[in-house]
């Protein structure tokens, strides 16, 4: 018989290949576990795959399908729109091209009017420089016409003096007074030799300076306008002009002076004062009449300058 210890020893075997064994089986019975676990697990996560594979076929098929019955809807309206935009379109076109014949006819028309205007303005234009140019030379023809009558009248005055400053008397020769200042200025005078003489106030037609004594003093009694039957011997007369002095004495009471000047025209006249006012301007010493003819002189040794025009004063520096 086996002892004791012999019978420990095996049963301590026994039980070692017992926890072997156990392993053994728990372990295989664990892989099985797990592999049956594993496989109802896929096999449900498979079953949930295609049950959700389904449900989301059937929610797409209706997405799908609603989707589609909305562009279909969506299609039919933007169709409705587009038709209209297009039924718009052909008549905005219409339209644009109605007014645009509208407009060009209206071009053409504003065309031809401008093309018509500038033409007649061109016809105008040269009317007017025609008009100009004969205006021009009427203006000269004038002018020549105006100097050549102011020539004619100034011959018809070539016999006249003009006496400033001589005081009125009551009763008085007009004629004898002539005869008297001309003995004073010692020359024979007689009555046969005075075709005309009378006393008159000059218009005021001409500029008169306010500052000027001289002017003053000759307007300040009325004219004696004397007319001479010879030339001859209203130059003899006119001379005597200088040979008067300040202190002369010319035997009428209140005459403080003499002033002869010859009797111009108003267009000389005119004249003769732009002259004076120029010799002033530039402070020219001399500026006279001589039959009729305006002459300054800046002074004694520069030339003499016939003025005959406004223009040839205007030229003077």
Not at 130 to 148: A, G, S
């Amino acid at each position: 018989m086996p002892t004791t210890a012999q019978l420990q020893t095996k049963i301590e075997e026994l039980l070692l290949r017992m926890d072997t064994m156990e392993e053994r089986i728990t372990g295989t019975l664990s892989q099985k576990l797990e592999n049956l676990i594993t496989d109802a697990v896929k096999s449900l996560i498979d079953n949930k795959v295609k049950e959700s594979e389904k449900r989301m076929g059937k929610k797409l098929e209706n997405c799908i399908a609603n989707t589609k019955d909305d562009l279909t809807a969506k299609l039919a309206s933007l169709g409705q729109e587009n038709d209209k935009i297009k039924r718009e379109l052909t008549n905005h076109i219409n339209q644009d091209a109605t007014e645009k014949s509208f407009y060009a006819s209206q071009y053409e028309e504003q065309k031809a009017k401008i093309t018509e205007m500038q033409k007649a303005l061109k016809d105008l234009k040269s009317e007017n420089e025609k008009f100009i140019n004969e205006t021009q030379e009427l203006k000269e023809r004038v002018k020549t016409n105006e100097k050549e009558v102011d020539d004619i009248e100034m011959r018809s005055r070539r016999e006249n003096l003009e006496l400033h400053g001589v005081p009125m008397m009551a009763n008085e020769d007009p004629v004898q007074l002539v005869i008297h200042l001309a003995s004073k200025l010692n020359m024979s005078l007689t009555r046969n030799e005075i075709s005309y003489c009378r006393r008159f106030t000059k218009k005021n037609d001409v500029k008169q300076s306010p500052t000027n004594k001289k002017d003053d003093a000759k307007q300040s009694h009325p004219i004696i306008l004397v007319r001479f039957k010879s030339m001859s011997t209203r130059d003899d007369f006119f001379k005597k002009r200088k040979d008067i002095t300040n202190s002369f004495d010319f035997g009428i009471s209140g005459m403080k002076n003499l002033f002869m000047n010859e009797n111009l025209t108003k267009l000389k006249r005119d004249l003769h004062y732009e002259a004076r006012q120029k010799k002033r301007e530039l402070e020219y010493k001399f500026v006279w009449t001589s039959n009729g003819k305006i002459f300054l002189r800046k002074n004694e040794k520069s030339k003499i300058i016939h003025i005959d025009s406004m223009e040839v004063l205007h030229r003077l520096k």
